[in-house]
């Protein structure tokens, strides 16, 4: 059995869940895929990059990707990664350059676009410190 994953997500059809977590005993950071029914871990997928923090996690529709958002303690810097289910193909697609969080990541209906939450450090005295944002991914 996995241990405690904060983040995670439902794959498209229900069967699986995939849980962004980082090992208490060495700190490695992983995707696991686990199986609704019984709990059983499918299969571990480590990440690599420069972060210090997984977050939020989301599973394209069509099921071959995961978009998921990371932190940077020493660069206060958020990102947003994707990657196949099979373990290839990691990239950062988008970053904050330092201006505020970006948080929720979530696939478009047909794949094409992510939208997600961007905080606006610029916006001063009013209670609208949140945009709703899209990027394309194709």
């Known amino acids: 059995k996995a241990e405690f994953i904060p983040f995670g997500c439902w794959s498209p059809d229900g069967s699986l869940i995939a849980g962004i977590w980082i090992a208490k005993h060495d700190g490695s950071k992983s995707i696991t895929f686990i199986k609704r ?3 059983e871990i499918v299969k ?3 990440l690599t990059g420069d ?3 997984l977050h939020d996690i989301d599973w394209s529709p069509n099921g071959d990707k995961i978009v998921f958002s ?3 303690d020493k660069t206060n810097e958020w990102a947003f990664w994707t990657i196949n289910i099979d373990g290839s193909q990691q990239q950062k697609i988008l970053d904050n ?3 505020g ?3 929720s990541p979530r696939w478009s209906a047909d794949g094409h676009y992510i939208y997600y939450l961007q905080e606006n ?3 001063r005295f009013t209670n609208l410190k949140w945009t709703i944002m ?3 991914h194709y």
Do not use: A, Q
């Open 37 to 39: 029914e019984t709990g």
């Open 44 to 46: 571990t997928i480590k």
């Open 51 to 53: 972060f210090t923090w």
């Open 70 to 72: 990371t932190y940077e």
């Open 97 to 99: 350059d330092r201006v």
């Open 101 to 103: 969080y970006l948080l």
């Open 121 to 123: 450090l610029n916006i």
């Open 134 to 136: 899209i990027t394309c």
